[in-house]
């Protein structure tokens, strides 16, 4: 006798022909290498993605944008919804980690090389995924309207003001006017519900399609000898379950970290009042924030903050498209300039964080 | 000869047909971007137009002590130097647009966001800040003090 489960797979079989698409996810195997471990931070990215959106749904059950309401209702969550502190820390916990998370998941892509042809699309859309991280972090931090956001929100918008040409009218109208009011709060709540979870979605899409149909790839002293067996492990079921276990782990991590280290709401904002000692940006800013702290005044003919923006643009557009200028990797050689800068900018990342940290 | 003749001609009603129909794919392409990049920009709202706000009684001021002034939708620092003297500067940092304060310690404006330090005639002294900041000016009208626009 056939199960109830089988007559519903047939069912759905029998119309859209699944039987193709299980026998190709069957056929997909992940190499097994020194290496491996790394083949786990995008489906940790992934599952901390999750987690924001399933917590970014139940806090909109709450939550109200506006200069008067925006801190109030944050307030009502943590103080009077029954777990709303819980639901607010793991979705701030969970953001931090999914910047983390996504940030190793690049940079094992980058020193693996990975992004080498065939992959310059998974690399690209990656890539946007995290610059699209960074702006849902940005816009999010905005929402609850205390001080500290704000006065992050004021020096982030105007960084993009001293741009030449384009800044002025991106600030204006990221601002939603000259300065940072409730109607700043508007659109960073539109940006950070609406539109960024929707290209968001595409790109993941994307994305995994493209890890589906290309597979893992292997590292480049495994294609170099081509003579020595390979070993794999099947996707399904072996590589899902260690996935789903580590997801698990991480589930764990972020309930641990939300409950023993709740998220701070701090004062609400006031666009009268002085900004705050002590006043830094979220920890994945931080390096830029410093580097910006040293720039002097004036460089050359120029404002040092135009000179640092212009040249961070440079160099994230480098590393954007290092697929593209990084042809020896392409070919199968090997790349040491690439690892050297890799093993610079993690450096120049890692020390500059220390440094606003503790200067 | 009959045949060229009819080429060109065919090819001019061609060309103007690609004309015609490019020109108003670009004018549909217009007709729908410039209503969506013009809801894009905000609005200029009506700017609360000041001249001059009343700050208080000057023996409420303390000496050595700076506060922050509403001006329109603009924040101001009043400062009282440890002499007495009453100045007042735009509060917005010329650096990135965070709000200032006075720092005792220092005896100087203070911006807690990147460390900018004026002196007390708003001059940029250290840190990052490019411009000095705007002066306003302080008006003492017997025990009321009052902050205007400089003209």
Redesign the interface.
Known sequence: MKTYLTRCYEWIDERVQLDSLVTFMGKKYVPVHRNSVWYYFGGVTLFLFIVQVVTGILLLLYYKSGEELAFESIQFIMSKVQFGWLIRSIHSWAANLFILAAVIHMFSVYFEKSYRKPREVTWLTGMLMLFLGLGFGFSGYLLPWNELAFFATKVGTDIAGVVPVVGKPIMIFLRGGEDVTGATLSRFFGFHVAVFPGIFTLLLGIHLILVQRQGMSEPMHAERDPGKPHKTMPFFPNFLLRDLLLWLIVLNIIAILAVFFPWELGKKADAFASAPAGILPEWYFLFMFQTLKFLPAKMLFIDGEVFGIILFGIAGLLWLLVPFWDKKSARGERNRAVNYIGIFVVGYIILFTILGWTL | MINDGRDRFENGKRDFLKYVLGGSLIAWAGSILYPLFAY???PK?AEVEVSSVKVGKLSQIDKDSGT???FG?K?V?LVRTATGDLRAFS?T?T???????YRKDFGAIW?????GRYDLNGR?IA????RPLDEYRVIVQGEEVLISKKS
Request: hydrophobic share 30%.
């Open positions: 894009l920009k905000p709202q922050i002034v509403r939708n924040p620092i509060a940092c650096h990135l647009d965070c709000t200032v304060q911006c807690a966001c990147h460390n940029n840190g990052p800040p490019p």
